[in-house]
């Protein structure tokens, strides 16, 4: 049994009723912030309603994706794409956020390896990114490797393994579950806690079961298996 | 332990029935104590048997061939009847032992035949007696699977010579399922030999059920745990943002903004409002359904409840010009106990449909005594609207849970359409039930009960409203809407007023017209500002001009639209008139209005007056006090910053409760603001570890949280804090938590407003200006600003009229400044320029009115010059 969102029925129904007034929000502070006659202090007070604005905007997001995942109500839009360039495209993105904390980050294809994959481009960067994004986080020094290997026929299996800080075992479970990453734990991702949750649901979609091993003080592996429709 | 004895394996012959009788003992080492005793017991029964066989068959053969061993043979017989009756006695005592037990207990031969059964293995055949299963097999009492089943255990049981335990599930011809757990155990001659096998059957059913039932529910509870836990981070997560969205707004409304600039921070504002309204539903409804959501017990004042609710609709009516009024009994109980947030809630919801769903017409808002005792009340609320109506197919599926079709209404309608489902459940919790009347095309009624408890010690009713001078003033109500007229009319008529009502504006000049001419004037008129024909502003004009016997009544507009807009339009077709009545009309709004008009001083005592006078003393008694805030968000650390420092608190600023701790060492507090969910080092933990210190145990510390779950309050007070506020922060709430735990160890000079001082000492008591404008400071001041400049002619203006000989715009040029004054405030104008009308109407001589004009001068004069420095100053 798959743990439902409480009120994630409610929330994907509002997702209209929550965003119209956001947008309001939003729109109006962009509208202010480019009056030039405003005070620095006016600037700043405003500029504060605009990033929180943002921030809502994405975890208010987060949360209907992640109710319509569990709910199953997610088209999945398979695409063909070449796997090598896919993935040194995920890599560019995440590059920078490494290199600033001085950390090497690259990524492994198995030889042998087919050149193109089928599968829907907007769910699996959605997990990589995030999952990437996380081990650049929690890693203070070393190194993250994005692995792609195809053990059994037909499939894809991805890996991102850091040299981090790792999770202690009582918690392993709990990091899947929105929220679940406790407020005493280092800044907030950008989906407000729900990044995983919605990586677990992304990747069941794409018919895999998200897994984590870790050994706290040396670091974790995340990975999952798809199927190379 | 029993599965570490027996090996056990699962047997499911489903579909056979063996309708076993419930029971069963409870304890497993009675049932292994049972079968060592029956194992024991039949081996001696064989062993007896088997004896006795031989015995005979040794007897016969010697009887046969030696007939003089008859003696001796005879002696043996007798011996074998006595080795008989000990067989006898050993059988009763194992039958007394097998029926009582509430097991079924059997032993069968190795061929698998039942050489005994005890009485509940008779009952589970639904057989006459023993006899019947005695001699026979399975194979010949049950359906061939099951017996083929039971004859392989009976086999490997005596193949293995070990005991075995077979757990199953049966289930009766009636579909009811059964657990059994059978043990079997090998029968052994006394030569050891295998002779068959003994069982015991137990009926688990009743213990698994039970089992399953724990099971089940700490599943539940844990699922229902993690659900609170994910709306109460849900609500933080969402609340963090929002409390800076509409906060910083907030501060941007008074930071000088164009009126451009300040539209879009409107705009902002209420779409960070309507946004927190949906969010609240959503969260509200999930905590209902998950039970989360508890009332609360606290004293309030329904009249707080029903001037917030008209607030918040009000402008909305206004903006569709639909009529919104109260109906409210003149003695109703308001000084109550309950949950007055949900009940405003409740109310909100109901007559912010009622706006939404109607076109043209009115909304009343009505309350009453449904019943009551010593120390509790059930109040009947009802909301009736003339709007769209709702069908009788419609309104069965109103107060049910959500559903997606309801999403395309809200959708049409905004707001998150929850509102009803949410609105049944919470009057439910407070012990009352909702319901509907309506007729499409004609309006929706829409009503509930609920029940609340007195306050002790409070007087039983509110103390009536003093009308003191104001008793048997004559009041004309004139207002073309039949509804809110008779409203007012009643409302006026059960205050002690003597009130009549016309319903346009010629009918009110003739009604004043005529009461003047039998010496029965009105001395105040209620006037609608829009009418049909002849509207309130020009009807104002008229009876001014009209000539009359008496003074021209005081004429008091009634708007359901903005206050600035009517005085606009009355300032632009020069109409004076003593003060403007905001829709809904209360009885204490409708005392002030007419004591304000008629310059009989009041009391200012309306709540909203109290709540503003409040704040300034929470402001002030916290000024120069020394506030650790420690919180990690930087956007809400700077509001709580801007909105501290606004009050003269000296804030100091710490972002989590480690770097709390670290401070506190080096310098001292007056009292610490605290977050709770923070990195390194969350607010409960660093309100513990403070509390250890014998120098903090008693420094206020109060929780600022983004949760609101119920039970939040008592988590904080738990960890040792004083109190809790939430976010998003209500500016008056924040303020009245702190200064109730927060005293300054230095507190600041503090220093009188430098604005309101500035009125005192010109003479101006700001309080009944304040008032008059319903605390609407920029209105106010906008009163004073035109006050300074349409008066600093007037005696000029009046001199002239007089000399004019014009007596009749002169008492009108008075009266008007009468008015003015009094709604600013100017008492000292307003008793002056009172008593000039009186010496003229009076018919006084010249020089005593000279005086009185000079008296009036001398009053004005530095007010005017006052005020025109003050509005210099407040431009610049």
């Known amino acids: 049994m798959v743990h439902k969102t409480p009120a994630g029925e409610l929330l994907r129904a509002m997702s209209h009723e929550l965003r119209t007034p956001l947008n309001g929000i939003i729109g109006f502070a962009q509208l202010l912030l480019r009056d030039k ?149 280092a800044p907030r991702v950008q989906e407000g806690g729900l990044g995983l949750a919605l990586s677990r649901e992304f990747v069941r979609l794409l018919g895999g079961e998200l897994r984590v091993s870790s050994k706290p003080g040396s670091g974790s592996t995340f990975h999952f298996d798809i199927a190379n429709t | 332990m029993i599965s570490r004895i027996f090996y056990s394996t699962s047997v499911t012959p489903e579909g056979f029935t063996l309708g076993l009788s419930a029971g069963g003992l409870s304890t497993h080492p009675v049932v292994l104590n049972m079968i060592a005793g029956l194992t024991i017991l039949m081996a001696a029964l064989f062993e007896y048997q088997q004896q006795i066989q031989a015995t005979r068959a040794s007897l016969e053969l010697r009887n046969a061939d030696y007939a003089a061993e008859r003696d001796r043979a005879r002696a043996l017989a007798s011996s074998v009847t006595e080795s008989e009756e000990h067989l006898k006695v050993a059988n009763t005592r194992m039958a007394t032992i097998l029926d009582n037990i509430p097991d079924l207990a059997w032993v069968k031969d190795v061929e698998g035949r039942y050489i005994a059964v005890n009485q509940m293995v008779v009952k589970a055949f639904s057989v006459a007696d023993s006899n019947v299963v005695i001699g026979k097999s399975d194979f010949e009492l049950i359906p061939k699977e099951a017996a083929e089943i039971y004859r392989g255990t009976d086999l490997e049981v005596m193949t293995s010579g070990e005991r075995s335990r077979i757990d199953e599930v049966r289930r009766d011809k009636f579909g009811k399922t059964y657990w059994v757990e059978t043990v079997k155990t090998a029968l052994r001659g006394p030569d050891g030999r295998i002779i068959g096998t003994v069982g015991i059957a137990r009926d688990l059913t ?116 639909l009529e919104l009024m109260y109906v409210e009994p003149p003695l109703l109980p308001t000084r109550l106990v309950g949950d007055p947030l949900r009940l405003g809630q409740v109310l909100v919801n109901l007559t912010n449909n009622a706006v939404k769903f109607t076109k043209h017409g009115e909304i009343s808002v009505s309350v009453e005594v449904v019943d009551r005792d010593t120390e509790s009340v059930q109040l009947r609320f009802g909301v009736r609207d003339t709007g769209v109506g709702i069908s009788a197919e419609q309104q069965l599926r109103l107060f049910q849970q959500f559903s997606q079709a309801d999403a395309s209404t809200s959708r049409r309608y905004g707001g998150s359409g929850l509102g009803l489902a949410i609105c049944s459940r919470l009057v439910r919790l407070m012990g009352g039930s909702i319901g509907v009347n309506s007729t499409p095309g004609r309006g929706s009624h829409f009503f509930f009960t609920a029940r609340f408890g007195l306050q002790a010690g409070g007087a039983p009713n509110p103390p009536p409203l003093r009308l003191g001078a104001l008793s048997g003033a004559r009041i004309l109500v004139v207002d073309d809407n039949d509804a809110a007229r008779e409203v007012i009319l009643g409302m006026s008529l059960s205050l002690g007023l003597r009130a009549e009502a016309v319903a346009d504006g010629p009918g009110a000049i003739a009604a004043v017209a005529s009461a003047s001419a039998v010496a029965n004037p009105f001395h105040v008129v209620l006037l609608d500002w829009k009418m049909p024909g002849m509207d309130g502003v020009e009807c104002a004009r008229l009876l001014r001009e009209g000539s009359l016997l008496h003074p021209p009544p005081t004429v008091l507009m009634l708007t359901a639209f903005g206050r600035e807009e009517a005085l606009q339009q009355l300032a632009s077709r020069q109409v004076t008139i003593s003060g403007v009545l905001t829709k809904p009309v209360t009885p204490s709004a409708l005392v002030d209005a007419c004591a304000a008009a008629l310059g009989i001083a009041r009391r200012k005592d309306t709540r909203l007056a109290l709540r503003e006078v409040a704040r300034h003393d929470h402001e002030a008694r916290l000024a120069g006090a020394r506030v650790l805030l420690v919180e990690d968000n930087l956007i809400n650390q700077e509001l709580a910053v801007a909105l501290l420092k606004g009050a003269g608190i000296d804030v100091t600023v710490a972002n989590d409760g480690r770097q709390a701790l670290h401070m506190m060492d080096i310098h001292e507090f007056d009292g610490v603001l605290m977050d709770c969910q923070m990195p390194e080092m969350d607010g409960y933990e660093a309100t513990r570890l403070l509390r250890l210190q014998p120098q903090y145990q008693v420094l206020p510390i109060i929780a600022m949280t983004a949760n609101v779950m119920a039970g939040d309050r008592e988590k904080v007070i738990a960890a040792g804090m004083n109190d809790h506020i939430a976010k998003p922060i209500n500016v008056e709430e924040m303020f009245a938590t702190l200064a109730r735990w927060i005293r300054p160890a230095k507190p600041a000079v503090v220093r009188a407003a430098p604005a309101a001082d500035s009125l005192v000492q010109l003479g101006i008591n700001a309080d009944i200006g304040r008032a008059a404008t319903a605390g609407n400071e920029a209105l106010y001041r906008r009163l004073l600003n035109s006050f300074a400049d349409q008066e600093a002619d007037v005696v000029d203006r009046f001199r002239h009229a007089r000399a004019a000989g014009n007596k009749e ?64 100053a407040d431009g610049a």
């Open chain 1, 37 to 185: 006659t405003l005070n620095q202090r006016q600037v700043t007070g405003i500029s504060a309603i605009l990033e929180s604005g943002d921030q809502l905007l994405v975890l208010i997001n987060t949360l209907v994706e992640l109710a319509r995942a569990e709910a199953g109500a997610w088209e999945l839009n398979p695409v063909e794409v070449s796997l090598r360039d896919w993935v040194a495209g995920v890599m560019d993105v995440v590059q920078a956020g490494a290199a600033q904390k001085g950390l090497e980050i690259t990524s492994e294809i198995a030889p042998g390896m087919p050149e193109s994959m089928h599968v829907d481009d907007r769910c699996l960067r959605r997990v990589l990114m995030n999952l990437l994004d996380n081990a650049v986080k929690f890693t203070e020094r070393g190194r993250v490797v994005l692995r792609i290997d195809g053990e059994r026929a037909g499939r894809l299996s991805f890996s991102v393994q850091d040299t981090g800080r790792g999770i202690a075992p009582a918690r392993l479970d709990s990091i899947f579950m929105p929220f679940g990453r406790s407020p005493g734990d």
């Open chain 2, 206 to 321: 009743e213990r698994k059920l039970a089992e399953n039932e724990r099971e089940a529910r700490q599943v539940a509870e844990a699922a229902n745990k993690a659900k609170s836990e994910f709306l109460a981070n849900m609500s933080h997560e969402i609340r963090t943002p929002m409390n800076a969205i509409i906060g910083m707004s907030y501060l941007a409304l008074g930071s000088g903004l164009n009126p451009q600039q300040q539209g879009y921070i409107n705009n902002v504002y209420r779409s960070a409002q309507s946004l927190l309204g949906i969010i609240n539903d959503i969260l509200d409804f999930s905590k209902i359904e998950a039970g989360k959501l508890q009332m609360d017990s606290v004293a309030f004042d329904l009249g707080d409840v029903l001037d917030n609710l008209a607030n918040i609709v009000g402008q909305q009516a206004e903006e569709k010009s």
């Open chain 2, 809 to 872: 715009a002169a008492m009108r040029i008075l009266h008007d400044l009468k008015s003015v004054a009094g709604t600013i405030g100017a008492n000292e104008i307003q008793r002056a320029t009172a008593e000039l009308e009186n010496a003229l109407s009076a018919g006084a001589a010249d020089e005593a009115v000279d005086m009185l004009i000079e008296a009036v001068a001398r009053a004005l004069d530095p007010v005017i010059a006052g005020l025109r420095a003050r509005g210099s």
